[in-house]
């Protein structure tokens, strides 16, 4: 028990720390919703996470592909508090705003801004919806089956670990499926709006040969 207690603390520190941020973005950005300031405190979290987890795995070590189960490092410990901090303010201002809907909202994060802004039916949206399928299909389902197939094959983590892997993977492929279905109604509507101005374009220069004669 008096083990878990410097934990907590760390992790209620963190905690703070996002709500500090989250009131600074509301105070900076009166002139936006509440959602905006929350948006980018999740951006500040995916981006500060993404590096601190490159650096643990690259660098720092140990690599998780061939020390599956060893023990967490302090580094480690310190990343998995300022998450644990961040995923429960986000879970409170979910819950208080009722936000939440059948997928997590910040995995539509960049759309979200690029819909705020009316950017989104543009290049730019197109760009964004291209990179989130390739990067989640290579890391989420890729990278994610080959550190679960290490997990699974080493003898050090224990069995209710191996479980937990296997369902975030299978998580993982609910939103596969999800996305999937999106990139299809996407292309379609697309391939469809170029077929429109294909048969336009067409019906145009008809007209124009027809009343020169």
Known sequence: MLMLFPLALRVACSLLAWLALYAWFCHRYKHRNYEWSCRLVTLTHGILATCLSAYIGFIDGPWPMSHPGSPNTALQVHVLCLSLGY?????????????????MLAHHLARWFLKEMGCYHSLTGDVVDFFFVVLFTGVRIGVGAWLMYCELASPKPRWYIKLGGVIMYAVSWVFMVSICRFARRKSMK????????????????????????
């Open 87 to 103: 995923f429960l303010f986000d879970l409170c201002w979910c819950v208080y705003f009722q936000t939440e809907g059948a997928l």
């Open 190 to 213: 697309k391939y469809h709006a170029w077929r429109s101005r294909r048969s336009d374009e067409l019906y145009l220069k008809t007209n124009g040969h027809l009343k020169n004669h």
